[in-house]
């Protein structure tokens, strides 16, 4: 296993010099991804093992078992990309720090993040438990989530969909990474006030003491049933200066667990469980867990710290319990057969926002993203290869000819489809569908709001096949066209949609039954040297080649790079 680690991957990595809290063992495998693609293959790479996989923020809310983590460890801290699609709309990466959200608004004079300034934490922790402070809370500020599922699906979220109230998330009780956010920022504040609510942010932490020793914050959630926050309840009970071990309530702020130097994880949730227990027993109060535990747990530690409501758990060796796990390898043993009987058709297996190719400043197109769709399963296509197998659509808030500016001159019928070589000269959509087991095979299907469309084959980089020299729309008679009978259409969703059906018969030279993967790209080309990717393509200013001499990257669009393309597991 260890001659197959991808490159990004370490070993044996020790977890307390990883984490906030500076506590926790070490993990048998330690993943660094710097972009998307990256944590898809991690989490494949672990299933293909069968070993538990976890994730790792910053670590400011999440504490580690002691001992050895016996699988993976993921960790978002590269994930740290970030820029402007607008003067409102700035996307963030999961790693981008809470901190420097608060700093990136202030520079731009943008009001709605300064609550957030010495907040610790990475913005994908923020979203998944919706992180709240200073009369701020963060999903007043979301305007649409990116996550990847443990299928190694892309999956894109409405704050609507996410956001359930008081620190509680539809993700938290799902298995998937946030990897990344728009946040919109509509109003503008003079600088000064920012930076002054920023320090007073940070002089009320440092009052309290919050960054005297490492903790993770308040250690319980607020039981409002109670009518007191949960600091008050533990003052009450005289639980200040409680220890166990080197792990101590503080006494500046009673929820807060300090570690006074070389803390176990057991020392702390020993104590957390005793705090737990008191608050029951004297003034009837149920709290739960804020802080977060992951690894392999004594069973009598997650009875008394209450581990069980947050989220699945797993039985491990010796009557141990596995908890806050993203993946494990019995969860999926036992639910594949489950997942395979329900499956209902249609169903998305992808879907993902349009991000600027380079990542440069304030060009972005968040009101469009794309879809696809599987209208049956394989085995069941191959029977019936001529009838709709996938289903590709590219969607809009707006209307489309907000964005979409240059078209081909006008025809009779506007809204029928069209056959157009040299589409690429216009705004387009386009959709790149390649083989998994030689990514040089693909295809590229291209197609405007209007109708207009283009389709062709490729058996080398940008080298069409011999009866693609010459364009001809005969060759792809099986498609199928979607929504141009009427340019107001909307779905369920009230978006704008246009697209294209393929028949299985149309795409089986991209498919290998017994490996039924597909690497997939979407793009799209407005004009005016405006190109956007989904998903989206980690874009490096620098990069030293290989005599390590340091280069300027080109921001020059090619979307045929097969080799960078998302991979699909087909059912």
């Known amino acids: 296993m260890e001659n197959l680690l991808p490159h990004f991957f370490l070993e044996n990595q020790p977890l307390n010099n990883k984490t906030y809290y500076k506590m926790g063992g070490v993990a048998r495998f330690y993943a660094e991804p710097n972009s998307i693609s990256e944590i898809q293959e991690a989490l494949f790479?672990?299933?293909?093992?069968?070993?538990?996989?976890?994730?790792?923020?910053?670590?400011?809310?999440?504490?580690?078992?002691?001992?050895?983590f016996l699988g993976l460890v993921i960790s978002?801290?590269?994930?740290?990309?970030?820029?402007?699609?607008?003067?409102?709309?700035?996307?963030?990466?999961?790693?981008?720090?809470?901190?420097?959200?608060?700093?990136?608004?202030?520079?731009?004079?943008?009001?709605?993040?300064?609550?957030?300034?010495?907040?610790?934490?990475?913005?994908?922790?923020?979203?998944?438990?919706?992180?709240?402070?200073?009369?701020?809370?963060?999903?007043?500020?979301?305007?649409?989530?990116?996550?990847?599922?443990?299928?190694?699906?892309?999956?894109?979220?409405?704050?609507?969909?996410?956001?359930?109230?008081?620190?509680?998330?539809?993700?938290?009780?799902?298995?998937?990474?946030?990897?990344?956010?728009r946040l919109r920022f509509s109003l503008s504040e003079n600088p000064e006030k920012l930076i002054q609510h920023m320090h007073e942010c940070e002089a009320d932490r440092h009052k309290k003491r919050h960054f005297y020793l490492p903790s993770c914050g308040s250690t319980f959630k607020n039981n409002y049933?109670?009518?007191?926050?949960?600091?008050?309840?533990?003052?009450?009970?005289?639980?200040?200066?409680?220890?166990?071990?080197?792990?101590?309530?503080?006494?500046?702020h009673a929820n807060f667990v300090w570690n006074f130097g070389n803390a176990s994880t057991n020392d702390m949730l020993t104590l957390t469980s005793i705090m737990r227990a008191k608050a029951k027993k004297e003034l009837q109060a149920d709290l739960e867990l804020e802080v977060q535990p992951i690894g392999e747990f004594s069973n009598d530690l997650f009875t008394s710290?209450?581990?069980?409501?947050?989220g699945p758990s797993y039985c491990g060796m010796d009557h141990k319990k596995w908890v806050g796990i993203l993946w494990y390898p019995q969860s999926e043993n036992i639910s594949y057969k489950k997942k395979q009987e329900n499956i209902i058709f249609p169903l998305k297996i992808f879907e993902s926002p349009f991000i600027e190719y380079s990542q440069t400043q304030n060009i972005g197109v968040p009101s469009i993203g794309v879809e696809v769709f599987q209208f049956q399963s394989i085995e069941k296509a191959m029977k019936k290869k001529d009838e709709p197998f996938l289903?590709?659509?590219?969607?809009?808030?707006?209307?489309?000819?907000?964005?979409?500016?240059?078209?081909?001159?006008?025809?009779?019928?506007?809204?029928?489809?069209?056959?157009?070589?040299?589409?690429?000269?216009?705004?387009?959509?386009?959709?790149?569908?390649?083989?998994?087991?030689?990514?040089?095979?693909?295809?590229?299907?291209?197609?405007?709001?209007?109708?207009?469309?283009?389709?062709?084959?490729?058996?080398?980089?940008?080298?069409?096949?011999?009866?693609?020299?010459?364009?001809?729309?005969?060759?792809?008679?099986?498609?199928?066209?979607?929504?141009?009978?009427?340019?107001?259409?909307?779905?369920?969703?009230?978006?704008?949609?246009?697209?294209?059906?393929?028949?299985?018969?149309?795409?089986?030279?991209?498919?290998?039954?017994?490996?039924?993967?597909?690497?997939?790209?979407?793009?799209?080309?407005?004009?005016?040297?405006?190109?956007f990717l989904a998903p989206y393509w980690k874009h490096k200013k620098y990069s030293r080649d290989h005599k390590g001499v340091v280069i300027e990257n080109s921001t020059t669009p090619n979307f045929h790079q097969p080799n960078r393309y998302w991979k699909v597991k087909l059912i």
């Open 225 to 252: 049933e109670v009518g007191k926050p949960s600091g008050q309840l533990f003052d009450q009970l005289g639980l200040k200066g409680t220890r166990v071990g080197n792990a101590v309530v503080s006494e500046f």
């Open 391 to 531: 289903k590709w659509i590219t969607y809009s808030f707006e209307p489309f000819e907000n964005n979409f500016l240059y078209f081909p001159q006008q025809r009779e019928s506007k809204y029928t489809a069209y056959f157009v070589d040299e589409l690429w000269k216009f705004s387009v959509s386009e959709l790149f569908l390649a083989s998994a087991i030689n990514s040089s095979h693909y295809f590229e299907f291209e197609m405007t709001p209007r109708g207009e469309w283009v389709a062709i084959e490729f058996d080398a980089i940008r080298k069409r096949t011999n009866k693609n020299k010459t364009l001809n729309e005969k060759y792809w008679s099986e498609l199928k066209f979607l929504n141009l009978e009427n340019e107001k259409f909307k779905d369920n969703k009230n978006r704008y949609t246009f697209g294209m059906i393929f028949t299985f018969n149309q795409l089986k030279k991209m498919i290998n039954p017994k490996n039924p993967e597909l690497l997939l790209q979407a793009a799209l080309s407005l004009g005016d040297a405006k190109y």
């Open 76 to 181: 978002l801290e590269k994930l740290s990309a970030w820029h402007w699609e607008s003067t409102e709309i700035l996307f963030a990466e999961a790693g981008v720090t809470n901190t420097e959200i608060s700093e990136i608004c202030m520079s731009e004079n943008r009001a709605g993040a300064s609550w957030m300034y010495r907040m610790p934490g990475q913005l994908g922790a923020s979203v998944r438990m919706n992180a709240r402070c200073y009369g701020g809370e963060i999903s007043q500020i979301i305007y649409q989530i990116i996550t990847i599922n443990t299928n190694g699906d892309l999956k894109t979220y409405s704050a609507d969909e996410v956001f359930k109230g008081y620190k509680s998330t539809l993700l938290m009780s799902k298995p998937e990474i946030v990897v990344g956010a």
């Open 45 to 68: 790479w672990s299933q293909k093992n069968l070993l538990p996989c976890a994730v790792l923020g910053s670590g400011s809310n999440s504490v580690y078992a002691d001992g050895e």
């Open 305 to 310: 710290c209450g581990m069980q409501k947050l």
